[in-house]
């Protein structure tokens, strides 16, 4: 039988911060591939982003809980000892082996549906033999890079009566339907080649799970990461629609493995697992990636928080009201800050190109950003922190890192 429960908005926050790791300190021992084994037990999965102004997307997520870590031990756990692999969780993802089989129901549905963006699912409805023609390359010449297989192509004497970057596409649609996987990255560039070759073959093995039933056990993992979430934040951390999340959710619920959580000011009721455990305090500083888990669903960071954040990467310049890579600062269980961030290799410094406070940030907020600033710089392998006079906060942040 299915209970309620009600949380206050600001043990719901704390909740959430526990969920993802950030209601206690960062290790002071070094950071190995055990501590990232647990960074995905509470995240579940990286989400990959190409834009890298700061630092590449997935890496941040681990610098935010733990600290300083060797991210070569990160790229070793997905590309040689085949711990992680790459697929579409929430947008493109680095996640646990354990989740490929609750994967095969999105590789699937691309597959003999073609639901995938649409100029894959228009290539691969309008040439299939296409398709198999790029995935012969790939499985008689593989692991190969899209830009490889795109200047064969350009050179070739198969005439496909395609323009070569086609070849592009085709290898995007193969991975969505996860018939080519990610061998390694060259330059960020991805190395495709067929499954039996990159997925560990007891992984290939194991049973695929109904669609019904993967998207059960999606939705469970989605709420341990989340602490407490509406059907929508459920649903959206592995890009579950809402109409195929609704009733998996009520039959979870039904069942005893989700309950039901009141909280005041929310439009939709939240839902967590039974065991939850409310914290009583949060003490951790952090820098936040726009992509990490935490914030990446705007609707549900201002709901959390009170805090209106929206990436502007894709705005006009003049138009940019924060910048171009904001990241949120949390102090304790708040969002306090948010500073414009740039790694500058050439002159070696990490910039500050903006800074500003939140209304109610606390008079601490700029010595403990300045700290976290200066661990990031290091961490990051630059030689210090610059700062431009942008922001209500750029004064005293400048004062405070001389």
């Not at 000892?81 to 989740?99: I, K, T």
């Not at 049973?207 to 602490?227: D, F, K, Q």
């Not at 059907?231 to 195929?244: E, K, M, Q, S, T």
Request: charge should be neutral; aromatic fraction near 10%; hydrophobic fraction near 40%.
């Amino acid at each position: 039988m299915s209970h309620k429960l009600s949380l206050s908005p600001r043990q719901a926050r704390r909740v959430a911060l526990a969920a993802q790791g950030f209601t206690r300190p960062r290790p002071t021992a070094p950071v190995n591939a055990g501590g990232l084994r647990r960074l995905f037990e509470r995240t579940q999965l990286l989400q990959i982003d190409s834009v890298n102004v700061l630092q590449r997307a997935h890496y941040l997520p681990g610098w935010s809980r733990l600290g300083a870590y060797p991210t070569a031990t990160l790229d070793a756990m997905a590309y040689r000892r085949r711990e992680l692999f790459e697929y579409w969780g929430h947008e493109a993802s680095l996640m646990p082996m354990e989740l490929h089989p609750l994967m095969r129901w999105r590789m699937r549905r691309a597959e003999k549906k073609y639901e995938t963006w649409g100029r894959l699912a228009k290539l691969a409805q309008e040439r299939p033999d296409y398709i198999e023609h790029v995935f012969d390359k790939v499985r008689d010449s593989g692991p190969v890079t899209a830009g490889e297989l795109a200047e064969e192509e350009r050179r070739g004497t198969d005439l496909w009566g395609w323009n070569w970057t086609d070849s592009k596409v085709a290898i995007e649609f193969l991975f969505w339907a996860g018939r080519v996987a990610t061998v390694e990255r060259r330059n960020f560039e991805r190395l495709y080649d067929v499954p039996e070759r990159v997925i560990p073959a007891d992984v290939l093995a194991l049973p695929t799970p109904s669609e019904e039933e993967a998207h059960r056990e999606l939705l469970l993992r989605a709420a341990r990461a989340c602490g407490v979430g509406t059907v929508g934040d459920l649903a959206d951390y592995f890009r579950i629609r809402n109409p195929l999340a609704r009733p998996r959710i009520a039959e979870l619920v039904e069942d005893g493995r989700l309950v039901e959580v009141e909280v005041p000011g929310w439009r939709h009721p939240g839902y967590a697992l039974p065991d939850l455990v409310v914290p009583r305090k949060a003490a951790q500083r952090a820098l936040l990636v726009p992509f990490d888990p935490l914030v990446w669903e705007r609707d549900r960071t201002e709901r959390l928080f009170g805090f209106r954040y929206r990436i502007e990467i894709y705005v006009p310049a003049e138009k940019r009201l924060h910048g171009y890579y904001v990241l949120p600062f949390l102090l304790g269980d708040a969002l306090v800050a948010r500073v414009d961030l740039k790694s500058d290799r050439q002159a070696q410094v990490l910039r500050v190109q903006g800074a500003f406070a939140e209304p109610d940030a606390p008079p601490e907020t700029v010595e403990a950003l300045a700290d976290e600033l200066r661990e990031l710089a290091e961490w990051l392998a630059l030689s210090g922190v610059a700062v431009n006079p942008r922001g209500d906060l750029a004064g005293a942040l400048a004062r405070e890192l001389p």
